[in-house]
């Protein structure tokens, strides 16, 4: 296979090493150069590529702007091994042009270019681009704190087992639709998909009444009221105020006291006694928009409900 290859400089061609349509090895001498000659007087190298012209013959230099005399099927490279110039640091290089397309100037950057050493940027320009990062200390308030604590407390002490259930929401859905109107017209207030999770959990706990009893010490504490800490979302992070005896509350006087929690809750006037001692715990995560998740107990409490995403997809009823 025959390669061009670039000339080190302008010159002539002063005696061949190999003949034509040899195998060369890397590193062999194919000729030698009289570098800054022209051609007219010294014509004898000139004489002798003839020999080894199986391909067009090199064309003679012209004066004015000598190019590397290089065009043959095996043109003989310069006596020292040809370095191959390192890519630039900023850009991957260009594709090599053969040497009868190559001016001198490109030839003498290739040969500036050996034994460069590779020029890092002077800065981690990564950092430019990020901008300016700040960071702001803020302490914790007395009711943040102790809400971390028990959940930490929770984890810590607490057995826990989560299991996940789906329910059919169609009905739900469907009374909540056919009483909105009359129930907002009547009370001021829309019916929403808490009070009948939170008159169904009283009603599930009276009947289940050791998931609403407590371990204290070696006793286990029975009660015979449902009051259910209801999870709710402030500014300041996430209280849960009690609502007192469920049991006997109907859906209107649970959505009225939620309301009223809820408000007193967002406005920061909620109290700690307002979240002390509740039996059982309901957290909706589906508010924003989770499928499911793995709600912490809130001790001494011995279990919680988590509600979540409720969606619309297709599903099998009595095998349709």
């Keep these: 296979t025959s390669v061009p290859v670039p000339s080190p400089g302008s010159g002539v061609i002063k005696e061949l090493f190999v003949e034509d349509g040899t195998t060369v090895k890397a590193g062999q001498k194919l000729c030698s150069i009289d570098i800054g000659a022209t051609g007219g007087a010294s014509a004898a190298p000139a004489a002798e590529a003839p020999k080894a012209a199986a391909a067009p013959p090199p064309p003679p230099p012209p004066p004015p702007t000598p190019k590397p005399a290089a065009a043959a099927a095996a043109p003989p490279p310069p006596p020292q091994a040809i370095p191959t110039p390192p890519p630039p640091a900023a850009a991957p290089p260009p594709p090599q042009k053969p040497a009868a397309s190559m001016p001198v100037a490109a030839i003498k950057h290739a040969q500036s270019l050996e034994g460069a050493k590779v020029q890092l940027p002077p800065a981690d320009y990564t950092r430019e681009i990020i901008g300016t990062r700040t960071e702001q200390r803020v302490k914790m308030n007395r009711m943040r704190l102790r809400i971390a604590e028990r959940l930490k407390d929770a984890q810590n002490t607490n057995a826990m087992l989560t299991t996940f259930n789906e329910i059919d929401m169609s009905k739900i859905i ?17 019916l929403g998909f808490m009070s009948p999770f939170i008159a169904a959990s009283a009603y599930a706990l009276k009947d289940q009444p050791v ?37 006997n509350k109907n859906f209107a006087e649970i959505e009225i006291a939620l309301a009223a929690m809820g408000e007193k809750a967002r406005k920061g006037k909620i109290t700690v006694e307002d979240m002390d001692g509740g039996t059982f715990t309901i957290s909706n995560g589906g508010v924003f928009g989770s499928l499911m ?11 919680i409900l988590g509600m979540h995403g409720v969606f619309d997809r297709p599903i099998a009823v009595k095998g349709q």
């Design 293 to 303: 998740g793995t709600p912490i107990i809130n001790p001494p409490q011995s279990a």
């Design 211 to 247: 998931v609403n009893a407590v371990i204290d010490g070696g006793d286990i504490v029975y009660r015979d009221y449902v009051d259910i800490s209801v999870a709710v979302a402030t500014p300041k992070g996430l209280v849960v105020p009690v609502l007192r005896s469920v049991e």
């Design 174 to 190: 469907e009374f909540r639709k056919e009483n909105q109107d009359s129930f907002t017209k009547k009370y001021g207030l829309k």
